[in-house]
Nanobody, 118 residues
Framework: QVQLVESGGGLVQPGGSLRLSCVAS????????MNWYRQAPGKQRELVAG???????KYTDSVKGRFTVSRDNSRNTVYLQMDNLKAADTAVYYC????????????WGQGTQVTVSS
């Protein structure tokens, strides 16, 4: 059974940092684009950052220069390093996997809460 398991969320003060991790199981990790989405209360889920199977990256404008997405295919893991966090970054963060090749499989994790508050 395919699983995406996020970890690393928590409570942090403005200006602080967190690193989220997402470990995937039962997929051929290397052929997937891995994305991080977030959803704040009362708002739509939005794409925050993504990294393709070819390691191209993309970021939403509000996190450019503060967040870094990376992957370790040997560990089936994608990371989101979040620096200089702001209150507006408070949300549930979700890991998402989209196959770049073969069947158009899409998978989601259960989410991890990030709260930025003093």
């Amino acid at each position: 059974q395919v699983q995406l398991v996020e970890s690393g969320g928590g409570l942090v003060q403005p200006g602080g940092s967190l690193r989220l991790s997402c470990v995937a199981s039962e997929i051929t990790f290397g052929i997937y684009t891995m994305n991080w989405y977030r959803q704040a209360p009362g708002k739509q889920r939005e794409l925050v950052a993504g990294i393709t199977s070819g390691t191209s990256t993309k970021y939403t404008d509000s996190v450019k220069g503060r967040f870094t997405v990376s992957r370790d295919n040997s560990r089936n893991t994608v990371y989101l390093q979040m620096d200089n966090l702001k209150a507006a970054d408070t949300a549930v963060y979700y890991c998402n996997a989209n196959a770049d090749f073969g069947a158009p499989n899409v998978y989601w994790g259960q989410g991890t809460q990030v709260t930025v508050s003093s």
